[in-house]
């Protein structure tokens, strides 16, 4: 699986950007993917060195249109730890 297709979007909440003050970061990633694929697609697309990374499941949350009971999509989301001196640029513009 190549870089690009690991790592989809990052994740802009609230309580990741206060999670950014301590140089953690979190990305939405492929479902199929592991820790050593999310780190080494890190390391390549932006140039950093991950200290650790942690991987969940995140659950669909049941939904309902009208009658029709249903569940929103399930993902997986990966949270990575950088050194001090290291940051993520398309976090900073944000």
Not at 16 to 44: C, G, I, M, W
Request: glycine fraction near 4%; hydrophobic fraction near 40%; aromatic fraction near 8%.
């Amino acid at each position: 699986m190549d870089a690009d297709q690991v790592i989809i979007e990052p994740l802009l909440t609230e309580k990741t950007n206060a999670l950014r003050e301590a140089h953690t970061y979190s990305f939405k990633v492929d479902p199929r993917a592991n820790k050593l694929q999310v780190r080494s697609a890190l390391e390549e697309l932006f140039n950093v060195h991950p200290i650790a990374c942690r991987v969940m499941n995140v659950k669909g949350k049941p939904k309902r249109l009208r009658y029709r009971k249903g569940y929103t999509a399930r993902w997986k989301k990966a949270i990575v730890t950088l050194p001090a001196n290291e940051s993520i640029g398309i976090f900073e513009g944000a």
